[in-house]
């Protein structure tokens, strides 16, 4: 290609993006009132950021002592909750007028992963979060009904750890976008001048991935009462308020919440066979106490059950507090987010919190 091509196809480009980015400015601010929104110079912020979150997962079936343990016991419920425990992720986070990404990676043990999407603007904010996670030793607390009442709890170590999958995707309209900003207070693309509310609607989609199929998981597979694999979605809408108070220049406190209810609730859940279980009967029925070898064992897949539940009410909660000095800015903002589901003899509920906090610069 002759290099004046080169040179007309290279500034074509540079105008689209100056054109794109122009586009966006001026979205950015359309409509607001000037002495609550300003909007800095730099389209750019660049951030470092720390996140201290937490993901507890506790789920709940039933099982049938009587076959399991002897012909006096009745049903035992099985609780298992997988805890994540306070966790510290480290990432970098890239925004362009409210429009951002950020990826951290654990460095707490947990071995996990979070990557956040998000887009802004002066009456909506859509963000997209993933967590991954694994964990080897789940907590999980036994009730008797019968010979007597009897609740236990105990750490099981597995072999396989337990894969979790979470993924949330949340997105608010405001109704006061002419003196609110939902940018000022979680991407700091806009400066909050002066104290304003708004209230909002929303909707959230929530969708989690819970998988401890393994052989030497057989253990686990039996006492959940032979599911090994756990996929749940769930669809709330909700409305709530949101407020921005600015005590003082360059300081922006900003609360969030906004109760929801489920109009789509659905678990799928993945059912495996073992010989675990046989031969701990058979080492019962000859007398001789069960020995627990792990890797001994597999499991086979024998079905796959969908369901569906009523409606449940969740609430979504968020608060940011930013501090502007020039370019720099710091911010810490917190979520918390809790989920539940219920079915025949299966129900659960999922917990998730984080802080995040970071310091930045405008370019």
């Not at 039933?62 to 049903?75: K, S």
């Not at 007398?287 to 369901?307: A, N």
């Not at 370019?327 to 219920?342: D, L």
Request: aromatic share 12%.
């Amino acid at each position: 290609m002759p290099l004046g091509a080169v040179a007309a196809t290279n500034n074509g480009v540079v105008k689209f993006v100056r054109k794109l980015g122009a586009a966006i400015d001026s979205a950015a601010l359309r409509g607001a009132d000037r002495d609550y929104l300003a909007m800095p110079e730099q389209p750019w912020q660049v951030m470092l950021r720390g996140s201290t979150n937490q993901g507890d997962l506790k789920m709940s079936t039933v099982i049938d002592g009587h076959a399991l343990i002897g012909p006096e016991w009745g049903d035992v419920t099985m609780e298992p909750r997988l805890n994540t425990g306070v966790t510290q992720y480290v990432g970098v986070a890239v925004n362009y007028r409210g429009y951002g990404l950020c990826y951290s990676e654990d460095v707490g043990g947990s071995r996990g992963s979070l990557l956040h999407l998000s887009v802004t603007g002066g009456c909506y904010g859509l963000n997209l979060r993933i967590h991954q996670y694994k964990t080897d030793e789940p907590e999980i607390r036994l009730t008797f009904d019968k010979p007597m009442p009897t609740d236990t709890t105990f750490y099981d170590i597995i072999p396989n750890p337990i894969k979790v999958r979470t993924m949330m995707l949340d997105a608010y309209y405001f109704f006061n976008s002419k003196r609110f900003s939902y940018c000022a207070a979680y991407d700091q693309s806009i400066i909050q001048k002066r104290s304003a509310g708004s209230p909002l609607v929303g909707a959230m989609y929530y969708h989690s991935t819970i998988a401890y199929d393994q052989d030497d998981n057989a253990e686990l597979v039996m006492l959940m009462g032979d599911v090994g694999k756990i996929k749940h979605w769930q669809v709330s809408l909700g409305a709530g308020y949101a407020y921005n108070f600015v005590p003082c220049r360059g300081l922006l406190i900003s609360a969030m919440a906004m109760p929801t209810v489920s109009v789509y609730n659905r678990l799928d859940s993945w059912s495996y066979t073992s010989d675990f279980y046989d031969k701990m009967i058979e080492q019962r029925r000859t007398g001789v106490e069960p020995t627990f070898v792990k890797s001994d064992y597999e499991i086979c897949p024998t079905g796959h059950d969908r369901h569906t539940s009523s409606t449940t009410f969740n609430v979504d909660a968020r608060l940011s507090i930013t501090y502007n000095i020039g370019n720099i800015f710091f911010n810490a903002n917190g979520q918390f987010n809790h989920f539940r589901y219920s079915f025949t003899k299966q129900s659960g509920r999922f917990n998730d919190w984080y802080i995040n906090t970071a310091i930045g610069i405008r370019l």
